[in-house]
Nanobody, 115 residues
Framework: QVQLVESGGGLVQPGGSLRLSCVSS????????LGWYRQAPGKQRELVAS???????NYADSVKGRFAISRDNAKKTVYLQMNSLKPEDTAVYYC?????????WGQGTQVTVSS
């Protein structure tokens, strides 16, 4: 069983920045596609950004130019740098590790953007 633990969430003012981290226990971490998702109250969970084992990155249109996903395979960690945060970015952020048909989720970390 792969475990994922997110951290770095919190309360930030509009225009501010946060960096989320997700540490994995996966033995073959470097082979996984990693993703950050978010779920706001009353809304469906949505993909924010993903990065493949070959470091091909994909972003939701709503975060392009503001968020950046990266991975450090030696540390078994995936990051999400979030800049120019907006109130509509408020959500619980989850990381996911995928390999073939298998997918593993973290417990989530709350991000609140408010003045």
């Amino acid at each position: 069983q792969v475990q994922l633990v997110e951290s770095g969430g919190g309360l930030v003012q509009p225009g501010g920045s946060l960096r989320l981290s997700c540490v994995s226990s996966a033995r073959l971490f470097s082979t996984y596609t990693l993703g950050w998702y978010r779920q706001a109250p009353g809304k469906q969970r949505e993909l924010v950004a993903s990065i493949t084992s070959g470091e091909v990155m994909n972003y939701a249109d709503s975060v392009k130019g503001r968020f950046a996903i990266s991975r450090d395979n030696a540390k078994k960690t995936v990051y999400l740098q979030m800049n120019s945060l907006k109130p509509e970015d408020t959500a619980v952020y989850y990381c996911k590790a995928s390999s073939g048909r298998m997918g593993y989720w973290g417990q989530g970390t709350q991000v609140t953007v408010s003045s």
